[in-house]
């Protein structure tokens, strides 16, 4: 019985993103690599020099931006193709997306992940009299 029951959720969970956001569309790329940076400790920054490569089946013009803030950081005219070096230099995870700069609307995403060596576990240190 236990085992129906995982195997269940374990189906269900795998079809969610495909319930949530419809299926995905190969065509349309975005990819940042790499795309998990660590950093030694929990709460410092992470560097590293990420590369962010996007293809499109149509030429048309295209915008990559900071999903977060939105900022513009570099936009391509009539290019089906294009590439951004950037450099992450971060203490959280941050998304971009690819959209067409013609109409605004958001063609792909992709995140650089932040993951640590060592997690902050700090004792608490109480008061003692003797």
């Not at 319930?19 to 995905?24: A, F, I, R, T």
């Not at 030694?40 to 915008?63: F, H, K, S, T």
């Not at 803030?69 to 193709?81: D, E, F, R, Y």
Request: net charge positive; proline share 3%.
């Amino acid at each position: 019985m236990y085992f129906k029951t995982l195997l269940l959720l374990l189906c269900v969970l795998s079809m969610t993103p495909l319930l949530v956001y419809g299926e995905p569309d190969e065509r349309n790329k975005l990819v940042a690599v790499p795309d998990t940076c660590v950093a030694l400790r929990e709460g410092r920054n992470c560097y590293a020099d990420v590369i962010i490569n996007w293809q499109q089946p149509e030429i048309g013009n295209y915008c990559l931006r900071d999903a977060t803030s939105k900022h513009i950081m570099q936009c391509w005219l009539k290019q089906q193709a294009g590439q951004f070096n950037y450099a992450f230099d971060s203490v959280e995870t941050i998304a971009f997306e690819l959209i067409n700069s013609d109409n605004g609307k958001i063609i792909a995403t992709t995140q650089v992940q932040l993951q640590w060596v060592y997690q902050n576990r700090q004792k608490k240190r109480r008061w003692r009299l003797f």
